[in-house]
């Protein structure tokens, strides 16, 4: 579904910066994927490229067959509305809007029918187990986990291929990112690719497949039974 | 993204700080309210000019003597006496001429029965001057052609003249007099106000031959007045009148010992002179309007600026550049607009105080009200650009990141 081929970044500002030197991996269709690393391990780099938030400086990335790396701007907001679901850390909803609202947003992008669109924010609002009375609560007057669900509805509400998401459970005390987890969970055994880009290695030992980095480079690539990375942490 | 959902996440953005939105538009309410004040002054001018000059009669053109010279001092237009009585039929040939109306004015005491009296304006025409400067009888009549013919020592009165002599009662069938000489009142006329410094209500009008044989005792005219059968007819009038006068006068139509003026003339020249007055009073007004549209690009900053996370969110779930541009401008435009509709309203409360309270007339065009919100919008697009185009050049990733 996706492929790296040797990616670099390189950030110039007052000093020049590698944030990636050479990546390469693929992933397939409906895999889950945790990409691990200490901070300044190039993971957060490596994720905007993979959500097609940024281009690679040199290298190939395909997504779908398709190379991504040269698009224009306009085309890469194409594939980040169709195709790549995001989750982040710090949720990320618009305040003072309602729940609603917020997952109807990639939707009014797109150009949906209103009757449609309901249609559609009601199924990703049931799909990531979000309460029914809240619908209509502006965002900010939700719980950090119920906000994040909110967020998976909204990666969720046009259907992605790929769900990537930053350390989802970041800002969630352990049950409610467990319950969160659970929830990404969900939707990779239906079938979305999930790409989680975690720090903690407690959410990794979810992932079926590890991807670890350090100082830019993958220094792992191992399904989880077998990723030592992992040995680190107590089963 | 539909223009639908632009105005509603617009309306929703605007609204999200009304303080801050309503004083921002309060530049624009007060730049457009007293743009639109203004031009009304001016349009109001205008037309009251023009509705005075109407006043003088539709469809006419005014010969008037040349002016004479008593040394180097040039006496005025209209001073010399180069027009006569057989001037009118000369002028009574050229085609599409309805009427010629040859009128000597003087200025007399005239004294009622009663006492009272009053110095003004004689007109001596002949009895086509009613028709062709439009003035309607109150009570009793004109004089008419046989009258004219006869010397008869009749007049009508202005209406202002009829209330300084006789007060309440009707003067009509009264005698009055005018240089030592009876008059009998046959009319009086209807009020018509004025125009162009001459009161149709102080004027009290003889038949043309007494005014010349018994009044002035003289031959000149003081002016004709050319009446045509249709307005678009009377420069080709203007232009035949000119060349047969000056032939009659034996002298050159390029330098001709009278004037011919229409009303088109004198409108173009006091037009022009309102034109420009309005574009004075509404350039100084626009300044506030300037000011009001650097307010809206004030504001539109910060609030991109405010909004970075937000602006960066929409990118990453698939926000084009010219979607957030839009949505931006949108904002901007909506904010000018809104300070248009109020700004409008008021702008014509305004004008209605000015009109009410400073008895200046007002006038509120159509066009006016057009041109203000084309005028904000483009305020709008301008002051907004900037902002916008800032809003849509966000780094996604960077926005995202900023705190």
């Known amino acids: 579904m996706i492929e790296c081929k040797n990616i670099t970044k390189v950030y110039k500002n007052e000093v020049e910066t590698q944030a990636l030197r050479g990546i390469s991996f693929s992933i397939d269709e409906g895999e889950f994927v945790s990409i691990i690393g200490a901070s300044g391990s190039g993971k957060s780099t490596l994720m905007h490229i993979l959500g097609c938030l940024d281009t690679p400086t040199s290298g190939q990335y395909f997504f779908e067959g398709k190379e991504v790396s040269k698009l224009s701007e306009d085309e890469l907001a194409e594939i980040r509305k169709k195709k790549v679901g995001f989750v982040f850390q710090m949720y990320n909803l618009l305040p003072r809007v309602s729940v609603f609202r917020n997952v109807e947003l990639p939707l009014i992008y797109e150009g949906l029918p209103k009757k449609e669109r309901e249609e559609k924010v009601k199924e990703a609002l049931k799909a990531s187990a979000f309460p029914d009375e809240f619908w209509f609560h502006l965002s900010n007057q939700l719980s950090g986990g119920m906000q994040q669900r909110v967020a998976i509805a909204r990666a969720l ?79 | 993204m539909k223009l639908i959902d632009l105005l509603n996440e617009a309306i929703f953005a605007v609204s999200a700080n009304k303080v801050r939105s309503g004083l921002t538009i309060l530049g624009i309410v007060i730049g457009i309210a007293s ?110 052609e046989e009258q004219v013919r006869n010397i008869s020592k009749v007049a009508v009165l202005g209406k202002n003249i009829a209330n300084d002599l006789f007060g309440e009662e009707n003067p009509v069938g009264k005698t009055i007099r005018i240089s030592e000489m009876n008059f009998k009142v046959i009319g009086v006329a209807a009020p018509k106000g004025g125009a162009m410094g001459m009161v149709f209500d102080d004027m009290v009008y003889v038949p043309i031959t007494t005014m010349q044989k018994i009044l002035a005792k003289s031959d000149y005219l003081t002016l004709i007045l050319i009446k045509g059968e249709t307005k678009d007819i009377l420069p080709q009038i203007q232009q035949e009148a000119l060349l047969v006068l000056a032939e009659k006068h034996r002298v050159d139509p390029q330098n001709p010992d009278f004037s011919i003026t229409s009303q088109e003339d004198i409108l173009s020249t006091l037009t022009q002179v309102t034109n420009t007055m309005t574009i004075f009073l509404a350039a100084i007004a626009s300044i506030s309007l300037l000011v009001g549209g650097i307010g809206i690009m004030n504001m539109m900053l910060t609030s991109v600026t405010e909004r970075t996370r937000e602006i960066g969110l929409r990118k990453a779930i698939g926000a084009k550049n010219r979607e957030i541009l839009s949505q931006i401008l949108t904002e901007s435009v909506l904010l000018t607009f809104l300070g248009g509709v109020i700004g409008v309203f008021l702008g014509w409360l305004i004008s209605l105080g000015i009109s009410k309270f400073a008895q200046i007339s007002t006038q509120v065009s159509l066009s006016s009200v057009i041109l203000a919100f084309g005028v904000c919008t483009a305020i709008g697009t301008f002051f907004g650009w900037w902002p916008a185009k800032k809003a849509a050049k966000l780094s996604p990733i960077e926005a995202l990141r900023y705190e």
């Open chain 1, 157 to 235: 509400v046009q259907n992605p291929k790929m769900i990537l998401a930053d350390e989802p459970t970041g800002n969630l005390d352990s049950k409610t990112g467990d319950i969160i987890l659970n929830t990404l969970i969900g939707l990779n055994n239906r079938g979305h690719t999930l790409v989680i880009v975690t720090h903690e290695l407690y959410i990794a030992r979810y992932a079926k497949r590890i991807i670890a980095l350090k100082d830019g480079q993958v220094i792992e690539d191992a399904p989880r039974e077998m990723a030592k990375s992992l040995k680190l942490i107590k089963e």
């Open chain 2, 35 to 144: 743009v639109i004040a203004m031009i009304s002054v001016g349009q109001g001018a205008k037309s009251q000019i023009t509705q005075s000059i109407e006043g003088l009669g539709s469809n006419t053109l005014t010969v008037m003597p040349g002016g004479t010279r008593i040394g180097a001092m040039f006496m005025g237009r209209g001073s010399a006496q180069t027009l006569k009585e057989n001037d009118v039929d000369v002028l009574k040939k050229i085609e599409g001429v309805s009427d010629v109306v040859p009128i000597t004015q003087r200025t007399f005491q005239i004294i009622a029965p009663n006492g009272n009296n009053t110095r003004t304006t004689i007109i001596g025409a002949s009895q086509g001057v009613f028709a062709v400067r439009e003035i309607s009888i109150e009570s009793g009549s004109t004089f008419n």
